[in-house]
């Protein structure tokens, strides 16, 4: 069965530190992985999306990294904003017979930055 | 360029009653893609249309149902509303057929619907 786990559930951090999001996944055959940013009463905002054959990409101060060996993906924030505050969701999309794609989605991580 | 907009933004609705939800995609695209986001399931994939054609469809029965104009804009209806049927209700517009691929998805701002 195809499942997307993100951890923490939430995490408070103060304003100006790092933080790194886990997604591990058992999506098969794998096709896509992106993150999502989403802040509170608005729809999600790709922060990145991964291919098989790429394993770091970056937007700002968001790092993601992708093992397709050990199927597992990470966000990396670097000197967090009060902004940063939102849902932060992985997907990962897995190829079907017949063309296209199926969407697993985690729960998404709770982000909380204090002053 | 004008964002994906979605109408209405709030919504309440009584069981067993149906509703219709409006999302019109940034000019010049194509796809659009629904999905219903709740506390408990999370994000869930309703379903795409490309081009009027429903092109890929997730896990909810039959009261789900939508379709999509000429001019790309797209409606989505809920018959016979239950409670559980409460949720936010997201529509994202893309410039190819999406469903899952590489190409960039941009998301409305939702409707919000609480059905009593």
């Known amino acids: 069965k195809n499942q997307v786990e993100q951890s923490p559930q939430s995490l408070i951090i103060l304003e100006g530190k790092n933080c790194t999001l886990q997604c591990n996944y058992t999506v098969s055959p794998f096709s896509n992985l992106r993150w999502y940013k989403q802040d509170t009463g608005r729809g999600p905002v790709s922060l990145t999306i991964?291919?098989?054959?790429?394993n770091t990409k970056s937007n700002g101060r968001y790092t993601a990294t992708l093992d397709a060996d050990t199927k597992q993906s990470s966000l990396h924030i670097t000197a967090s904003q009060l902004s940063d505050s939102a849902s932060y969701i992985c997907v990962v999309s897995a190829r079907i017979t017949g063309g296209g794609n199926k969407l697993t989605f985690g729960t998404g991580t709770q982000l909380k930055v204090e002053l | 360029k004008a964002g994906v907009t979605q109408t209405p933004r709030y919504l309440i609705k009584t069981r067993g009653q149906q509703v219709t939800l409006s999302c019109s995609p940034i000019?010049?695209?194509?796809?659009v893609s629904w999905y219903q986001q709740t506390p408990g399931q999370g994000l869930q994939f309703l379903f795409e249309y490309f081009s009027e054609t429903q092109r890929n469809k997730g896990n909810f029965p039959g009261r789900f149902s939508g379709r999509q104009f000429s001019n790309s804009r797209s409606e989505m209806n809920v018959s016979t509303l239950e409670l559980g049927d409460s949720a936010l209700y997201l529509c994202a517009s893309s410039s190819q057929h999406w469903s899952g691929s590489n190409h960039e998805q941009y998301f409305g701002p939702g409707t919000r619907l609480t059905v009593t």
């Open positions: 000019s010049g695209h194509r796809s």
């Open positions: 991964m291919t098989f054959s790429e």
